[in-house]
């Protein structure tokens, strides 16, 4: 392979970027080594106990002055994001949105979720006691990011850890370190305090950060993240983890096949099939696949590759994705699968592969089981809806997935049945978009969730404040009824709560 891709240079001690478009350079980053994040994460230590202390509206302002740098400089994150990730200009977009959505979701819903909470309990066991269960925030936070969306799946994820009071060290990918360069340098722009850094290297750096964070957020493969779990076990580190998908999309007799077929080849190319929850596998019922499969085509031969104005889909980011994606694509040919469109690479500078459907596909095919992460649609012939659900869960992963039905009763009741942390209805990654909502995956496809409250108190440990709200005698301890007035007490308060009597205890 002779393709040019963003890579480690040690000798020279730098990382070298390269478009994928075309393999030109674009520029050199210092190679950090594991002795880089222990001096960081000393920094970002030392700055963690005033960025607590000032306290959450304090620390809501500076977030809310990062959100319009963001705005500001959208073009040039963009540009970069475009540039490093061999995307068309439109794409990283939705990073930069969801960024400036997650800010504002934050700044809203923080207060309330992050606010001491007093419980009302019913137990007789702590009648005249106060508590309240407080929150603090893990010191510090270490995040070891994703190529396909660097900007997101980094500082995305720092947002809400920046929220509850933590310092924050990123580990962009190797392969995308640059808009996330560029967006360290916006919080340092606006002069916040220094409680957000990014190192910059290969593996060996996403191991030091686990081992110099209290609490790791990672993104990526399931064997690494398989890793990051052994790492982080050694020391007991929390983690929380978003790892590969294998996402399925039903279309059954009855549904919108025009739609379908529309949402189809955009969750299955868009971003050129990288995605980890893009459409990887589509089944289709029996009375509407023929038809159904034409449509797709048609709009997939429409599809235009390049990174110009108006182009559809891009260059793979990650060069050996090539030939991973050509592997699959052979492999599933060879054992009898056809292909409609593309099947095979784009002869010119840099990372391309054709938008390409798959026919005749089974479940014995790696192209069905393992992770594609490519522009690759492969299409099975399904019995009912049955047969689909079935092959649907057949699977380690289960981030989400996509129903297309007659009616949203049918698409509700198989819904339910799918083993994975989403589905969207008539739809694609409309989960993802709304930050309201958790996202998270079963199976192999992660541990925890992103959005709403799970997001935020994740970076959070709880701290339960116990009290008497009675002055206690000398001689009382805990809950017990010292005198025998207060045991009488206690006895009717046992009586009323339980309906019953003592004797079980002996009382």
Known sequence: MT?????????????????????????????????HVAECAARLRGAQPEWERIGLARRIEWLRRYRQWIVDNTDLLLEIGAAEGGRVRNEPMLETTLLVELIDYYSRSAPKLLAPRRLRPRSPLVLGKKVTVNRYPYPLVGVIGAWNFPMLLTVGDALPALFAGSAVVLKPSEVTPLAVRELIRGWQHIGAPPVLDAVYGGGDLGAAVVDAADFVQFTGSVATGKRVLERAASTVTPVSL???????CLVLAGAN????????????????????????????????????????????LALRSGTEPGSDVGALTFAPQLDIVDGQVRAAVERG??????????????????????????????????????PVLPIVRVADAEEAIRFANDTEFGLSATVFAADDRQSERIAARLEVGAVNINDFLINMTCVDAPQGGWKTSGIGARGAEYGLL???????????????????INWFPYTPARFRAFRSAIRLVHGRGLGRFGL
């Open 3 to 35: 393709e040019k891709s963003t890579l480690i240079d040690a000798e020279a001690g730098l990382i070298r970027v390269h478009r994928p478009a075309d393999g030109t350079h674009i520029a050199d980053l210092p190679l950090q080594q594991p002795a």
């Open 242 to 248: 978003e790892l590969g998908g294998k996402d399925p």
């Open 257 to 300: 096949l025009a739609r379908a077929a529309n949402c189809a080849v955009y969750g299955g190319f868009s971003n050129n099939g990288q995605v980890c929850m893009g459409f990887e596998r589509v089944y289709v019922e029996d009375s509407v696949y023929d038809e159904f499969v034409e449509m797709v085509r048609t709009r997939v």
């Open 337 to 374: 699968a056809r292909v409609l469109t593309g099947g095979h690479r784009i002869e010119r500078a840099g990372t391309w592969y054709a938008p390409t459907v798959l026919v005749d596909v089974d479940h014995s095919m790696a192209v069905m089981r393992e992770e594609t992460f490519g």
């Open 458 to 476: 994740k970076f959070t440990r709880t701290k339960v404040v116990a009290q008497s709200r009675i002055p206690a005698g000398d001689r009382e």
